[in-house]
């Protein structure tokens, strides 16, 4: 079927867009448009003509897919379809349903007359893909809706309904029926009354203090943008539509467009979009692989861990059995979870009576047996081999046949903890973060005997709890973990030879990252990190000690909630604290080890950590534990505060050159105090970097 159809309905043309999944207004389609007008314009019959869309959208936008190569600049761009509309002599109404984004909702206003079911969503998101409207978005919403909502929606990118704009120019009329029928008979109704063509373009804009308020928007905007141009380029576009001809005001609006699409960030935030959407793709698991009911689910452990993950299946109204050892662990469990909703009804976040509904799902308990009819368990017991035997074994033999047994391990063999049951098909690693009901991440561990349904299951049930799901093979600490792993040996690497806590934390908190290293191993436990180092080292007997950190751990220094760790705390405050304790302690090994310190550039800093996540990535994507780059950079973003901007580790170290990424490496490697064998270039990005490939 081609983009679009035409058909006559009476006095009145009606071109309906055909671009599934939410006619991304790509080439064709653009194309499509500007021939249907113009047939309309060319038969004296048509008086009036309706561009609508599909149910799911009437358009989400540009095709973003086009962005960067020439299809997205062949003729008619989008610009020149809605100039087009301008110079038309007939009445062109756009029939709004589903979505209305971007492009989308600017090809509506570049239309004369608007009518849409009041719950379609709209947005102009641009600035979430690191751009601004370019198709007159920024001029043409401030004459419809006020220069403050226009400049509100146009930063934030957020979506609303379209019910919101009621009684403004933005829709003439809200349809309560069937779209089309509602539309043709609104042309009607124009054609009847001798409206002709009504163009946005020609309505005042105005603001009663117009400087005095771009200035105090422009000084929050800047505030919050940080490291995003796109923002404040919103701003002096939505100001260009109150200070500057309409013309005028489309040429700052394209200017800005021009200059935001060819930045670093820009092509991260659009690879973070469909990376975000690729995550769920399965290549040997087809999309209409049959999946499992999942109406209730059991949680072994109301620890950290158990509590977290309990609350995702309440909130997604799915009843939980929480189990413990001790009625007293159970409390604390359940009291955590109470205290949880308690503090979003305090925030204004949810109402009372909600709270009260999520919390009549828990039901804890000390039975195994009330676990036999759950159709989802998942483990959240401690992290030791002996446990999750005991719990796989017992759980083998009380669930119901067909329930998908889920361990929440983070270092552990999935592999052999499914072999603890006689139904290793049915077992599964679901992984969360720290705080789980909080974090967005899950990586979905596939066993070597995990079925493709269970796994299907699993992907769609993440979906439901609004995680966003990466697959990961089974190896030490999976893709996440075993990366960070690397990055902060890296850190601690570079105390022993100079640096100190706040200048590894503040350098790579400069390049972008939510936290450094060690402000990060302090909020998780140092203790965490201590117990995976104490078993490597049993496992590797002649690995380097990592002596500052387990120094500080000797000393019960397990960061936050031990009041020290890299840093000290202040009860009550989380801010890191600088420490001459730890200074002393640094100074110590130092001397122990017999290095004299160096002065170490933020720029080495940067490097080793990113590019130790780099390398490790590699090697991580050549055996197959993550399926493709794009995973791992989804996993760095939503996981671990990689900056959004980057794009993510590969995506980052694509950007770079991954020639370039092969050379910092080799030198890197020159250091003997470095892991000379891990520092080995990655066979794949060696090999990608010899043909001047990418990973993405
Ligand atoms: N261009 C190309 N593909 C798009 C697209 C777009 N604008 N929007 C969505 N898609 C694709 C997705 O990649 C996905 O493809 P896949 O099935 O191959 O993975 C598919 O459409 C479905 O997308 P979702 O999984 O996101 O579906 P949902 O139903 O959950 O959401 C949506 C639909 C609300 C439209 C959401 O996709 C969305 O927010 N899209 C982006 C909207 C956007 O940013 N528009 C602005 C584009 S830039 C622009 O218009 C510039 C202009 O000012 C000149
Ligand atoms: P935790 O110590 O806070 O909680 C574990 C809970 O399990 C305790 O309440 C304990 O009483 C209970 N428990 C132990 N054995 C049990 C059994 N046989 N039956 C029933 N309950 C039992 O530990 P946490 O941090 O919640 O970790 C749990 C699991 O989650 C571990 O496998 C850990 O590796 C993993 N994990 C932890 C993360 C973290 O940041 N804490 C992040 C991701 C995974």
Redesign the pocket.
Known sequence: MSSTQYELHGRVAVISMHNP??N?LGYELRRGIVDGVKKAEADDNVKAVVIIGSEQ?FS??????EFGTPKMMAEPT?PTVINFLDTTTKPVVAAIGG?A???GL?LAMGCHYRIAKADT?VAL??V??G?L???G?TQRLPRLIGVEHALNLIVSGATVPAAMFKGSPLFDEFSQGELLQDALAFAEKLIDEGKGIRRVRDMKVSHPKAEAFFMWAGNGIQQMAKNYPAPMKCLEAVKASVFKKFDDGIKVERDAFAQLIQTEESKSLRHAF?AE??TSKIPDVPEDTPTRDIKSVGVIGAGTMGSGIAINFLNAGIPVRILEMKQEALDRGVKHIQGVYEGRVKKGKMTAEDAEKKVALLQPTLSYDDLSDVDLVIEAVFEDMGVKQQVFEKLDQICKHGAILASNTSTLDLNKIASFTKRPEDVIGLHFFSPANVMKLLEVVRGEKTSKEVLATSMKLAKKIKKTAVISGVCDGFIGNRMVGRYQTEALLMLEEGATPQQIDKAIEKFGFVMGPLRMADLAGGDIGWAIRKRHYEEKPDMKRMVIADRLCEMGRFGQKTGAGFYKYIPGNRKPQHDPEVDKVIEECRKEMGITPRKISDQEIVERCVYALVNEGARILEEGIAQRASDIDIVYLTGYGFPVFRGGPMFYADQVGLLNVVRAIEKIRENPNTDSKFWEPAPLLAKLADEGKTFN
Request: glycine content about 24%; hydrophobic content about 40%; cysteine-free.
């Open positions: 999944p939410v991304g959208a989400g936008g540009a095709d973003i897919r989008l979505v984004m971007g492009g600017e969503k998101p641009e979430k893909l751009i409207p370019g198709a978005g469909f959407r690729a």
